[in-house]
């Protein structure tokens, strides 16, 4: 089946733009992640979303970080007012359930570049 | 809170060598261990996965959760050149996963 989609792969904007990354979770997955993985780094945590409730934002780094997740389905991470700093892949992750022994399954990321 | 905390990389070496990468975790509750693995410019993919008190293999590389030292390293008795990678220890507890830092594993000829 198809997997975790995200889009687009490679963005460029400059900086003071705002930017909205979308993420496709495997379809019936409840539970959805968003990452940042700076150049040479490992993955920071950004947000979590699971079913209906509240999201978990306790990664985001400032208020120009934001994302919703529509429909239990569909996600969009949106950076306002971006700054080189903000350059990295981004990577969202689906996971089947809120149970804790299941795997999170990460899409391809979306590359993003602030000039 | 939640902490992982990984061997620092990075990690050379050569064919056919063995391998073990530390991780420890800090938790205040029951949680479930995985270890992730990423290939050059490829996203992260489950190596394995381990609940308490049960020894996990996959692909050659084996981990065993030690509870009473908060550990789960991961280890392989003899790695190829396609190990090469960064491999990721996360803890998972209710929904939210706690990832370490990564290790950087480059196997040479």
């Known amino acids: 089946g198809a997997g975790v989609s995200q889009s687009p792969s490679n963005k460029v904007t400059e900086k003071g733009k705002d930017v909205e990354l979308r993420c496709d979770p495997i379809?019936?997955?409840?539970?959805l992640y968003w990452y940042r993985q700076s150049l040479g780094q490992g993955l920071e945590f950004l947000i979590y979303?699971?079913?209906?409730?509240?999201?978990?934002k306790s990664g985001l780094p400032s208020d120009r970080f934001s994302a919703e997740r529509t429909g239990g389905s569909v996600s969009t991470l949106t950076i306002q007012r971006t700054q080189q700093e903000d350059s990295a892949v981004y990577l969202c992750?689906?996971?089947?359930?809120?149970?804790?022994?299941?795997?999170?399954?990460f899409g391809p990321g979306t590359r993003l570049t602030v000039l | 809170g939640d902490s992982v905390t990984q061997t620092e990389g990075p990690v050379t070496l050569p064919e056919r060598a063995a391998l073990t990468l530390n991780c420890t975790y800090q938790s205040s509750y029951s949680t479930f261990l995985f270890w992730y693995v990423q290939y050059l410019n490829k996203e992260p993919e489950l190596l394995l996965k381990s609940s308490e008190n049960q020894e996990t293999d996959s692909r050659g590389f084996q981990a065993s959760p030690i509870k009473s030292d908060s550990s789960f390293h991961l280890e392989k008795p003899s790695v190829q050149l396609s190990d090469s990678a960064v491999y990721y220890c996360a803890l998972s507890r209710a929904g939210k996963s706690t990832f370490g830092d990564g290790t950087t594993l480059t196997v040479k000829p």
């Open positions: 992750a689906s996971k089947q359930g809120g149970s804790p022994d299941n795997e999170q399954f």
């Open positions: 979303f699971q079913g209906n409730s509240a999201p978990d």
């Open positions: 379809s019936g997955h409840t539970a």
